[in-house]
Every structure is written in C-alpha cells, then in structure tokens.
C-alpha cells in the first residue's frame, strides 16, 4: 500500500511537470516559463557593468536562487518519471542539463566564470512553451516542411560557402592587403557579409576593379536568395497538402490520397461517401 | 416633425462622412485624406530646426487649425451617427481619437511638448483611403491571409529572439568589452542587426573568432529569411483558393469545390446557375 | 509609280528598322544596342575626373557623333512609318527622345550641363532587346503577373511608409538630436535605411531605449519582407495557370478552363478529344 | 592476355577513381575530399601574414604534397577510362586541371606568384561530393528548376542593372563629388550596394535631396526582391510536378497526369501495374 501511495503521488507529480491539461499543470509550466525569463534578464543585467557594479550582489544571490529552483525542478522530474533515462537523454532533458552545469562549475573552478554566460541556453527551455497545446499542429507542421528541404538547404550552403570562399580568394588578390583584405579568410568573410547582404561596411572595396567584383557578388546574393526561399515555400506547400489529404481514408480499404471532391476510392472502388 | 428633420440631418451628414458613394462623400474623404496628409508633413518640417527657426510660428497656427478641423470632424462622426460609442471603441475611433490628444495635452502640461510627435500617428488615419471602395476585396484577402499566419509567425519570431539571445550571449563571451560587445543586451542588439541582415556597423566582430561566428549567425538570417517568406506565400494560395471555391456551392446538395467557371455541380450534376 | 517607289522604299526601311526577322533588321538592332551601350559607357567614363581631363575631348566628340546617329535614327523611325504620331507618344518612342533631348539642350542653355547626366537614360533604350524575339513570351507572361500584383504591393508600400513615418518620429522622440536623429524626415530616413535591412550605418541608435525601438523595426522589416514576395509568387503561379490553361479551349463550343485531364467539356458535354 | 591483364587493372582502377559503390571506391573519394579540403585550408592560412612568417616552409612543403597528389590523381584519371579526351573536357575533368596549373604556373613565371590563390578553385572539386549517390536526385531536380528560370532571371537581372544606373546617375548629380558620389561608375556602385540592401555605408547620401532618392533606390530594392523569389518558387513547384507525373504514363493509352498512388488510369480504366 505503501508502494500505492508512492505510485499515487508520482502519478500526480507527473501529470503536474509533465502534462499542461490540469490546472496546476497549467500554473507550474507558467510558473517555470515566468522564471526562465527572468532568470536570462538577470543573466544579461549582470554583464551590464555599471548594473553589476550596484547591483551584482542580488544579481548573484537571485542567481543561486534560480539555480536551486532549477535544479529542484530537474530532480522532480526525474523521480516523477518511471524511466529517468528517456528524461535525461531527451532533447529537452539534454537542455535542461546543459542550462544547470555552468552555474555549478563556476563554483569549482575559477576560470569557468565564463561559462556563466552559457546560463542563456535557458532560453532554449523556452520552446516548452508549445507543450501549451495550441502550437503544437503548427511546430508539426512546420518540422515536417523543413525537414523536406535539409538535404537542399544543405546543398545550397555548401554551394553559397565556396562561391564565398572563391570570390574572397578573387577578391584578396584585386584589392590587396592595405585595403582591409589582409588575408584569405578575412576575404571570405567579406563575401559571407557582401553575399548574405549584411553589409557592416567594416570592410569595403576601394578599387574601381573590387568594387566591380564586389557589385557583382552582391547581385549574386540578391539574386540567389530566392533559392532557399522558394525551396521552404514549395516544401510547406507539399507537407500542407499531404496534411490536408490525410483524413480522407477511405472507409471500406484505409488506404489515403484521394483527391479533395472524389466521390469514389481510387484503390478499391468502394464510395467514399457512407 | 422637428424629430424628423434632425433624423434627415443625421442621415444626410453621415453619409457625407460614413460613405463614399455620393459625391459629397468622396469630397469629404479627399478632403480628410488632404488634411492628414499636410498636417504630418508640417509636423515633420516643425522638427527641421532650422525651419523651425524661421516658420516656427506659422507651423505653430497651422497645427492648432488642424486641431480645431480634426475635433470638428471628431464630434460630427459622434453626432451623426445611432451609436457614438460603437464609433468611439471602433479601432478608426480610437486612431482619431489618439491623433487629437497630443495637441490638447500640450497646453495642460509644459512637459507633454514630446507628445506632439505622436500627432504622426494621424498617418494612420490614411487607411481610410482604403474605405475609397476599390482596395475593399484586396485588403479583405491580405489580412485573411495573414491572419492564417499569425501563429506560425510568432513561433518563428519566438526561435529567432532565442537565437539571437543565445548567439549574442556568445559573441559576448568571443569578443569581449573591449570590442564593443559592452554587455549581453548589447551583444543580443548586434545579433538583430546582423540575423536580419541589416547590418549597421556600428558594432562588428574584431577578432578572428568573432568573425567566425559572425559568419555563422549571417548565414543562419540569409538561409532562414526564406522561412517566413515560406509561410506567408503559402498562405496567400491557402487564402486565394479559399475565396475562389466559397462563394461556389452547389444550390442542391450544397457540396463545394467547383472550378470557378462550372457550370453543373460534380457532385450531384445539378445546374449551378439555379 | 514614284509614289509606289517611296512606299516600297518605305516598306524596306520600316523592315529593317521595326521589324527584325531579315538579315538587315537584326544587324540594325544589333548594331542599335551596341551603340546605346557604347555611348552610355562614354558618359559613364566622362563623369571619371582623371579620364575627363585626359580624354574630356575626345569623349565630347563620341558624344556628338552619338547625338547624330539617334538623331539620324529617330528620323528614319519617323518617315519609316505610316502614323508616326502613334510611334512619337509610344512608350518606346518617348524613351528615345527623352534620351535625345539633354544633348540639344546643353547646347543653348549653359546651367543644362548637368542635364548630360540624363543621356543614361539612353540604357532605357536596351529594352527594345527584347523585340528580339525569344524573350517576348516571358516579358508578357511577368508583365501579366506583376499587373496582377500592382494593388496589393501599392497597399503593402503604403503600409511600410506609415510605419516608417511612425517608427520615425517615436525615434526622433527616443534618440533626441545629438545622437543623429537631428529631425522627423532624418529619422524616416534612417526607418526607411532599417526597415529594408539595407542598414548604412551612417545614422544608428545610440541609447538602449534606441537600440531596443531599432531592434523591433529590424524585425518587422524581417517578416514584412515576405509580404511582398508572397504576394507576386501567388500571381505568377495564377499567370502561369491562366497561360497553361488557354490553348484548352473546347472544340464545340470554344470555351476554356478544362482541368489538364477532362475528357469531355464541361461547358457543353462535347468530347474534348475530337 | 597481358592486354587481358591491363584491361582489369584498369577497369579496376576506374572502379576505385570513378564510381563509389565499392569500399574502395568510397574510400577513394573520402580521401579526396579531405585532400581538397585540407589544401584549400592550406592555401588560406598561407595568406594570412603571421602564420606565413612562421610556418610559411611548411605551407610551402604541403603544398607541393598536394600539387603532386592532385597531378598523380589527374594521370590516374586519365589512364584508367577509355575515353580520356571527354574526361579532360568534362566540366569536372576542366576544373581539375584548372585548379592544377597555378602551382605550376609558379615555378615558371616570378609575376605568376598572385595566381597561387586560384588553387581555391580546388574548392569547386568538392562538388564530387554528390557524385556521393543521395543527393544526386536533388541536385537534378534544382538544376532542372533553375534551368527553367535562367531567361526570367536575366530579364530581372537587366532590368536592375539599367535601374541602377539610371539612379545612380541620377544620384551623382544629386549629391555631387563632394559627397562621396565621385563619378558616375562609382554612383552605379553605391546604387547596386543600396538595391541588393547591403548598405556598406561607406557612401551614402548627405543632402536631403538625396537621401529622398536612396529612400526610394531602397524602397525599390525591398519590393523588387520579391520579383526572382517569385519566379524561382514557381519554377521549382512546376519541376516538382513534372518530377512527379513523368514516370506516371498509362501503359494502355500513354496518357500521362495520374496521382502518384492512382492503381488504375483515370482516363481509359487500364491498370497501371502492368
């Protein structure tokens, strides 16, 4: 019985961490969205030097304090489960970790004040938010349309990553070192800012000749961004039609696909209408 | 009958002011549109010192006789109609209210002086332009569309600012005060400018690994651009097909999905011209 | 016959000069567009202050030969044709003579130097290329497209400038006059500079409170973008549509718009295969 | 027999070089790719000053290591297939000896040091990488796609070009030499930065006049980039469909447009499976 009563009690805890569908589900995933903002508002007020000077004290201490409630919220979540290590090796659970270590690896090691700035990975615990039911048919949706296109998107990249790396090459040896292209890498990242438009202006031609190699990466990258754009368009598109026609199984086979106003299964014969 | 002269009245002016199909009507909204249009360029060159110098005083009349015009028109759109208060919390009633508010708080407070800027926001009153009939069924199915986007818009915008917190906590962490990356909000401002591809320059990595990741967060904007643009194309064909078939139900057994020049329903074979 | 000998005369030259599908019209038009991008090249080179003091003269004497020749053309294209009212006040014929016009003038009016500059417009000129045959089905099938399109960009241009106006003047307010926002129209600008991502830098805020407002008008410009683009890919997909659609006219009753696999017409019941 | 004997050696060879459906032909192709890769590191860490300095013999060393990999691997290609004229004649077969002939080009010519950076052409090679089976469907199915868009795409392209320097010679009479707006050349620069929205910012407008032009150059840029965006979608979404119903004809009566899981024809009731 005592066994049941344990039983009871994680069944409860479970359905309050895990499941958003009671009402004190709904409050502790709000409750946890509150602090997790919080605490990165505190992570980045802290790098404000004249903040961490007045204020770096209760800056730390609510920091050891968003760090005991995160880490009592990770055991909860560990005990409440039946199988920990589906947890711990989940992608959130895998967040979940790497937004606590630096808080605690601070304390050990001197040099590991860096890694506080890590603290902002909390924010990857954000996406938690579509837990909240109503986003979740449209995170789907959206998954299932970009994964059609990582294999092209990819290919795409890499054709964009050695365009850059041969026009910064090209470009290295028309404007020369003096003019801010001091080296081939440098170049290259000249190009990723000229072809993706960013456009710092930190490097810039100053020959006629670079400014013409230059006019003409930047109409490379205006005219190339349509690729990915219209690769991701054609995708959505292909996943929202095979969403739409998913429901239409036919009654008699099972079998899906019909188009949206058939009267009759394509497969069997049978209508699709009783 | 003195009742029935005010009606007729009431009805004449509010059709001179609610629409735009008699001739006194389209002279109202050109007028409006007229004295919306001066009354935001003479607050822009008010701002223009120097022009502020030398007609200082005339812009200073000219605004208070748009102020007198704009309550006028405020207080005709409340008399000449059934239900003021419909007009009032309507969202063209709250604009025109906004709009008239600065000008009258300038006098009360020395200190609301910063207010006049808001009187820009006049401007949009321009969408009454749209009224002018014609841009109706245009603007209709622009926002339908949009609004079918709204959710997978703001789940985009949601892992684009924990990109940018993420990646600007990085770059904080890379490059260090010194370059300019003062603090983590600053260095988040920098991943804005760099992921939309604006790229000011005002703030730009230094160091070789700054680059490096510099590189990365811009070929993370220009390939994820694609993205939105994605999302809102697909809908516009969602919205277009949508407001194509509605209107085309059979009169018989009500089923839609017609081709827009049908003649006979493909469901029953009814005429669709009944 | 002296009459007949001028039409014949007549008819050749309109030939060679309106038409390109003999040997002489295309060697016209080739020998044309050589020209246009030859002498647009010499006013490019002339405007070069080093190439001016050393070549200014020669480049003079280009230019006059230039003026000639379209003079000489623009002549022969008037006595080549039957209307030349209709060639004078068609697009192309105006582009001719605009690009004519600023030569002549410099002559008699001093202060029209500057007017030389306009003699770019001869590159307007190029788009006869396209008479060239091979290009004028994709000419007509965007032209039909970006028609389709003209409203909705007109309602999203619109939108963009109020939020310009807007976004400007609450810049104004935020970053006051010493940090580069010196007037309304300035900070419009600088909207106008983030908005489209281009991003000078040569104005760009300098306050948090600046940097926070300039970090949401970079993402609106960032999702607005796709506005755009959804919509003119939407109405190339119509145009193409309509485009593959018309030659699927019935052969009874000679009506249009069969889905790609009909059988029979759905207008009439007439098999579609005759 | 030692004809027979050559024969194998050299199918086998061929095996190894060109295909890479045995181990030992991926294996081959792995270890290309890292050559190439690594060389290319190479060739960039060579260029930047300091590292030269240092390690600039062992650069130096490395480099003739793979000049004479890559001269081994061409011969190897030539000898082991049949035909070697089409293979030195092939796209790939002339980007390999490209990438060859910098080296040395080097030894010969003192001046011909600068053409050491075209050895980042070797980067192109990479591209073998989709000779790497998965993504050869892809890379025919986007240059099926762009193909169909080249003629629309250089339209555009023409069409902005002519804008450019239509505006930009507008600009250099705008806003004069003194404002950075040289000569007319450099003028087309600064409106070919502002129509792709880089915005380097290294020219940009001083006079309010001016900057009213570039707020439309801007204005244009943004909507504009709608224009290819459009035309590239829609060319992918036709290559789609064809990808899709190609295959798809009736062994029956040849006619093509089923569904992809249609197991009868729509148009004559023949099974599809045959």
Chains 1, 2, 3, 4 share one sequence.
Not at 3 to 16: A, G, N, R, S, T
Not at 70 to 79: D, G, N, Q, S
């Amino acid at each position: 019985m005592a066994e049941q009563d344990k039983k009871d009690w994680q069944f409860h805890l479970h359905e309050i961490i895990y499941e958003s569908n009671t009402k004190a589900g709904k409050a502790f995933d709000v409750g946890l969205l509150i602090a997790i903002f919080t605490s990165v508002i505190v992570v980045m007020l802290d790098s404000v030097q004249s903040l961490h000077g007045q204020y770096g004290v209760l800056f730390n201490r609510l920091e050891w304090i968003y760090t005991i409630v995160f880490t009592a919220e990770y055991i909860l979540r560990l005990v409440s489960i039946k199988k920990p290590w589906r947890y711990v090796f989940s992608i959130l659970g895998l967040i979940d970790l790497i937004a606590l270590i630096p808080s605690y690896l601070s304390i050990f090691f001197a040099g590991a004040q860096a890694l506080l700035v890590f603290r902002a990975l909390r924010l990857l615990r954000v996406f938690r938010i579509f837990k909240l039911g109503e986003f979740l048919s449209e995170i789907n949706f959206m998954t299932t349309a970009l994964k059609g296109s990582v294999r092209k998107i990819s290919i795409f990249l890499l054709t964009v990553l050695t365009l850059t790396v041969i026009l910064g090459s090209i470009m290295y040896l028309v404007e020369k070192r003096e003019n801010g292209f001091s080296n081939i890498p440098e170049s290259i990242y000249w190009a990723i800012v000229t072809i993706t438009t960013v456009g710092y202006g930190d490097i810039s031609p100053i020959t006629p000749m670079g400014k013409f190699v230059a006019s003409v990466v930047m109409l490379i990258g205006y005219a190339i961004i349509a690729v990915p754009t219209g690769i991701i368009t054609h995708d959505i598109a292909v996943a929202a039609r095979q969403k739409k026609e998913l429901p239409e199984s036919c009654p008699n086979c099972g079998r899906e696909g019909h188009d949206s106003d058939a009267l009759f299964c394509k497969h069997c014969g049978a209508s699709l209408l009783l």
